[in-house]
């Protein structure tokens, strides 16, 4: 398949992976769609196009002079020098008006993980257009303008936030109801610490969907 862009996600494997692929509607490990839980898909079709994840290095085209074989390359590199990271938990919590499942506890390791995991790849992404810039524009602050202008978008580095986005943009009841159905539906991966032991390298399909490029457990290059 020919990807569009790249990107490096965080795409959690095992039961929990199969519970958010569940949740969503599709795997995104396995690029096909999956049964999921009545009365869901209403309210997650953003997120069911780029699957299960956490974002760590958003989706950059490549540059020019780049190809894919270098690029896995690096990632598979980058990923060899890295060490696992541990998360005390995660919650179910509104950014905005959506979903997700963030972290609890300290996330210093995580988003410096997530700041390296930028800097080293930003030599595969080619500049953001200028139509890209003014669609990432809205009410930013200095310091992320700053970063759309240096890195193609504005939460990285000290702007980051580890995220699962879980749902659509939701408005009051919709949104509680939405989150008790997801503590209860992800009970079991709230209740003991996580590790952060592997990156996926992924990439924009057909659709706009994103499949799973390869995978790189930490330490393993």
């Known amino acids: 398949m020919k990807f569009t862009r790249y990107g490096v996600y965080y795409v959690?494997?095992?039961?929990f992976g199969d519970r958010g692929a569940a949740w969503l509607g599709r795997d995104l490990r396995r690029g096909r769609a999956v049964a999921q839980p009545e009365g869901l898909a209403e309210i997650t079709q953003a997120p069911r196009?780029?699957?299960?994840h956490a974002t760590i290095k958003p989706p950059f085209r490549l540059a020019e002079g780049q190809?894919?074989?270098d690029l896995r390359a690096a990632f598979a590199a980058f990923c060899g020098a890295q060490k696992p990271v541990h998360l005390e938990g995660l919650q179910v919590?509104?950014?905005?008006r959506f979903l997700a499942l963030v972290p609890v506890g300290e996330v210093g390791p995580l988003n410096a993980l997530a700041g390296a995991t930028v800097e080293a790849l930003d030599p595969f992404r080619a500049p953001a257009t200028q139509d890209?810039?003014?669609?990432?524009?809205?009410?930013?602050t200095a310091a992320q303008e700053a970063n759309l202008l240096r890195w193609g978008y504005p939460?990285?580095?000290?702007?980051?936030?580890?995220?699962?986005?879980?749902?659509?943009?939701l408005d009051g009841a919709a949104r509680e109801t939405a989150a008790?159905?997801?503590?209860?539906?992800f009970s079991a991966d709230l209740a003991g610490d996580v590790e952060v032991h592997a990156l996926s390298l992924v990439g924009e399909g057909?659709?706009?969907?994103?499949?799973?490029?390869?995978?790189c457990g930490f330490g393993a290059g």
């Open 206 to 215: 057909d659709g706009g969907r994103f499949y799973e490029v390869m995978r």
């Open 180 to 185: 008790a159905r997801a503590g209860a539906h």
């Open 12 to 15: 959690p494997g095992g039961g």
């Open 155 to 169: 939460y990285v580095m000290e702007a980051f936030r580890f995220h699962l986005t879980l749902t659509d943009r």
């Open 49 to 52: 196009r780029y699957g299960f």
């Open 132 to 140: 890209e810039l003014e669609r990432r524009r809205g009410r930013l």
């Open 93 to 96: 919590a509104a950014m905005g």
């Open 67 to 69: 190809g894919e074989a």
